[in-house]
Nanobody, 125 residues
């Protein structure tokens, strides 16, 4: 069974940092693109970052580029999202997801194949 379990969310002041983790199991890490999307209350889902399963390249939404960094530890089957310079508008539930390619995770024209239960990030002003 494929499982994605996120952790690391919490309350942080604007300008602060958090690191989210996504522990993955039930599939071979390199077979899927893996990344993150978020959803704020009352807003549409937003794809924010992804690691390509083709060449390992990272991709970012413009809204987080330069502030967030995605990385993976294949030995631990874990993906991380380091979030720096957090803003109140980053407040959202953050979900880890896998799909056959990063386009789905970043542009969300359909639901990814699998996603986790989410972890809540709240940034106070």
């Amino acid at each position: 069974e494929v499982q994605l379990v996120e952790s690391g969310g919490g309350l942080v002041q604007a300008g602060g940092s958090l690191r989210l983790s996504c522990a993955a199991s039930g599939f071979s890490f390199g077979d899927y693109a893996i990344g993150w999307f978020r959803q704020a209350p009352g807003k549409e889902r937003e794809g924010i970052s992804c690691i390509s399963n083709v060449d390992g390249s990272p991709y970012y939404a413009d809204s987080v580029k330069g502030r967030f960094t995605i990385s993976s530890d294949n030995a631990k089957n874990t993906v991380y999202l380091q979030m720096n310079s957090l803003k109140p508008e980053d407040t959202a539930a953050y979900y880890c997801a896998i799909d056959s390619g990063c386009a789905t995770i970043l542009y969300l024209y359909r639901y990814p194949e699998v996603w986790g239960q989410g972890t809540l990030v709240t940034v106070s002003s």
